[in-house]
């Protein structure tokens, strides 16, 4: 019993600060979602396993965290089976829940299950947590929100403009410089089709993506490895070795992409998406980049990624057009297009920055000393009208020594004392004390309305 | 596939109506609890299995939901092992992690874990989901959550005065008509002391509770099987008849408990808690109520709960002071008082009585319906003026028939439609239409946002 408690590894409590923090960012990325018109919907954290199984891959299925059945959970397995000690099957068995695993499947099932209730285009956000039994490192854990908009419904490269909008005024908000790349699977499927390697398309994203890094030599040299033609490799040069603005990048692409119509459709589709965007005016950089590949198998359109411009870390969110949410759940043809916002980054980008506005870490405006029965029940109504003028307020409960309790003030970063004293009491006043320059005065509790409102 | 998907039986989906109902309700006890100084924390949805279990009594390790350990869940299980069946200790085998079951026992853990980092006494409000596998049944689910307040490190009074003020703001806030019930353990304990009876003290505030139903001679007939003494049971009636104002009650309690030194101390706590909250004012019934016993074996002072006055339903809100709530956790010695909301029976009550404020079912202000591209591109501009001066606002992302667009603003309650056909576009004004009067007016953008503000 002594032994100090702990939680799950992977797992995180948060503090009155921390929480406080990561309200101003969930707080702000709710306003954005509602100017916007998404609309707020929340599922389980429980799905049944068969929602869950499949969706997200082998690997998807071993991360999903199961939840053992109530009552006797080896009534339907036989001895057999469980001296068998197959653990797919005995899971299978026992278990038929798991803890949801991201947003978009739960979502997509939502939009199955309530199918005639729900008026399309459906424009939904959702901010849940979500779990992942991933071996627990450094930014990686078992337990994370979530922040999810998603447009079902409707194919309007609208639809795209808008998110990329939706992503500037977040990150404009928190005050978090960005840049937004944008590629589409249809340009990636047009280049694989160009270069007459269709089946090749991974590696070849891989390759894109690579550049920067290896240099176009040891790019060739992997191609050539994986199996693809010299006259695709040399027919891929004029894309490796790419540059300039996105308008000269999508006229290259045009060149290159010129017999394939999917290709064609996937520069327009870019066009249509970054002109718009450009022609509404936005406060981020925006990039055309082609060795975006996020969600190769899922995404069919366009594909979005941000990153950060001023602290090295990963995509601190991301998105794309899908053509088939619902097919999994028998509902095929509904289109969609959304993005998440990965909230734990966004958090460590903001600490890391030191973002936050000040008034954030407050927990009240005044705190009252307690000085004894008499002057707390005074004190009390005090509180009591600060309240209902909309200011959060509080008496220190015990009377405790004065040391005591302008230490919890200090701590907690209050910016303004109350006291009332003997003298106070008998003349009705308050004794107000700025915590940050340190002078005191004596007034009405009006006036201590007005002073700290 | 085809079949439709579900979702375990217990929990719920929430629609975007249902989401605004219950974030009025959760933002109106938010800003309650900031407004009294209580600061938030979270903690994981997971918590060990050696932190949850033995806290709720046996029926509650069976209502606790346990997550399978990842991996090979069975390496550390003998054939032996499995072939016995034991639940109890299979379960302990293979699972190390449970869902939150309440909120108290995770703030206890908290409280103890980072006992070093914390000011007392420490204020602390947590909303979030908890899980039980309970038999579902209308108005019980198995994934709800609770909004619990609560000081630990101060045995003040004022405490407990400030809870009913806070409750009496939260429901004031809400629209809902209380009565808070008030009793105190320690009058139960000088109940049961007087009458010679301290082990029979369950018995005797089942009886007090029964009364009115089915009246004194069957209470009597009740205390008489459970084997009260005659001379007990006639001590007692005058606890039973009780009648008249707080005052009353209070002082016929004085008569009977003057020789239990327990009994005094609960009532001149009593006492000071509601005088206390008197002299404040408020707007609710308070009642003492002796009948009132929740929790017995865990409260030790305050006992508070909290009846709606115009819907027949359980208690909304309860309560109490508790002097031991992190021994358990190797910390003795720490007292705390705290309340709990209902959040889903008070979201029952606020359905039944419809108390919403209209304004919170709206998506947005405005909807510009879409006539084609180069309408569109211009409505998107509107649309982000609009945005900018914090007003909701979208663009029907399709050149849909004008029918199912106008459809969409219908059902979405959005109270204006905006269209820019081709003499808006030519004139750069913008029609627009209120949804509930029917009048439509031709007018600019700055119009337009003053209108719909």
Known sequence: MAQKPSIPKGTRDFSPIEMARRNYIFDTIKKAFKLFGYKQIETPAMENLSTLMGKYGEEGDKLLFKILNSGDFLKSVSDEEVAERSLPRLT??????????????????????HRNDLQMPFKRFQIQPVWRADRPQKGRYREFYQCDADVVGSDSLNNEIELLSLIDTVFADLGIN??????????LSGIAETLGASDKIVDITVAIDKIDKIGIDNVNAELRE????????EKLRPILEMSGSNEEKLSVMEGI???????????AEMKEVLGGFETLGHKCVVEADLSLARGLNYYTGT??????????????????RY???????GMPGLSGVGISFGADRIYDVMNQLDLYPEEISESVRVMFVNFGKAEAMQSLKYVKALREAGIAAELYPDAAKLKKQM???????IPFVAIVGDSELADGTIMLKNMVSGTQEKMGIDDVISTVA
């Open 92 to 113: 299978n068995k026992i278990c038929e829940k798991g803890l949801r695993y991201d947003l978009t499947v739960p979502f997509a099932r939502f939009v199955v299950q």
């Open 178 to 187: 960005i840049a937004i790349k944008v590629n589409n699977r249809k340009i």
């Open 226 to 233: 994986k199996g693809l033609s010299e006259e695709a490799i």
């Open 257 to 267: 992409l010129k017999d394939s119509e999917e290709g064609m459709k996937g520069i």
């Open 303 to 320: 594909i979005i990624e941000v990153k950060a411009l001023d602290v090295a870390i990963g995509s601190i969110t991301g998105g794309g």
């Open 323 to 329: 053509d088939n949410l619902t097919g999994v759940f």
């Open 407 to 413: 230490a919890l003030a200090d701590a907690e970063k």
